[in-house]
C-alpha cells in the first residue's frame, strides 16, 4: 500500500512539475550551486532574468535632479549619518543602512529609504550629499524583486535581481550579464569570483 501511495505521489509531481516554468526551477536553485550548474544552465537564468529587468529599456533620466530636488541634500543628515555608523537598521521614519571600506571603522555613504515609500531607496555620502537612487521593482521587501540605480546626472548605474538576502544577480545597465552575488562575492558565468564586498 505504502509503495502504490509513493509511485502515486511521483506521477503527481512528475504532472505538476510539467506547468512549472524550466529556469524558474533554475533560479530559486543559484543560492546553493551556482559553482556547479553547467553552462547551458547559467545561461538559461541569465537569459531568463535579463528579460524581467529589461522588458523596458533602461535610459538616461534627463530630469533627474528635477525629479529629485528635494532630496539631493540629506536635511538629517548628522543624525542620519550617526543612525547609520551606530548599526541603527531603522531610524525614526526610514530604514537604514551603513556602507564601509574595508578595514575602516567610519562609513563613507549611507542609504536612505522611507517607510511610507519603499519604492526608491537614496543613497548619500558622509556629507549627506545625494550620491544615487535606486528604483525598486516587483513585491519589496518579499523575494523576487529587482531594482535599478541612478547617478544623479540620471545615468543608469547598474540592474540587480534580489533572489534573497544572500543572492543576487548583476547587470549592467545596457544588460550585459556582470554576475551573481552570494553573500561576500561575486560570481561570473564561469563561476570565478571576480570581486568581494564588505556589507550584504
Do not use: C
Not at 511521483?10 to 546553493?32: E, G, K, P, W
Not at 556547479?36 to 535632479?65: M, P, R, T, Y
Request: proline share 2%; glycine share 4%.
Amino acid at each position: 500500500m505504502k509503495l502504490l501511495k509513493y509511485i502515486l505521489l511521483f506521477f503527481i509531481l512528475i504532472q505538476t512539475s510539467v506547468f512549472a516554468n524550466y529556469n524558474d526551477m533554475y533560479i530559486a536553485d543559484i543560492q546553493y550551486d551556482w559553482i556547479n550548474k553547467n553552462e547551458l544552465e547559467k545561461e538559461a537564468i541569465i537569459s531568463e532574468i535579463h528579460d524581467i529587468i529589461f522588458e523596458n529599456e533602461i535610459v538616461k533620466i534627463l530630469d533627474f535632479k528635477s525629479q529629485f530636488q528635494d532630496k539631493l541634500k540629506d536635511e538629517n543628515h548628522w543624525d542620519n549619518y550617526f543612525a547609520a555608523s551606530s548599526g541603527y537598521k531603522e531610524y525614526k521614519d526610514n530604514n537604514i543602512s551603513a556602507f564601509y571600506y574595508k578595514k575602516q571603522k567610519n562609513i563613507y555613504m549611507y542609504a536612505l529609504q522611507s517607510k511610507k515609500d519603499i519604492s526608491k531607496a537614496y543613497y548619500y555620502d558622509a556629507l549627506g550629499k545625494l550620491r544615487y537612487v535606486d528604483f525598486i521593482y516587483g513585491e519589496y521587501p518579499d523575494y523576487p524583486y529587482h531594482s535599478i540605480q541612478y547617478k544623479i546626472s540620471g545615468e543608469p548605474v547598474s540592474a540587480i535581481y534580489f533572489v534573497s538576502k544572500d543572492t543576487q544577480y548583476l547587470y549592467n545597465p545596457d544588460g550585459t550579464f556582470v554576475g551573481v552575488w552570494y553573500k561576500h562575492k561575486l560570481y561570473d558565468k564561469h563561476s570565478k569570483v571576480i570581486l568581494t564586498r564588505t556589507t550584504y
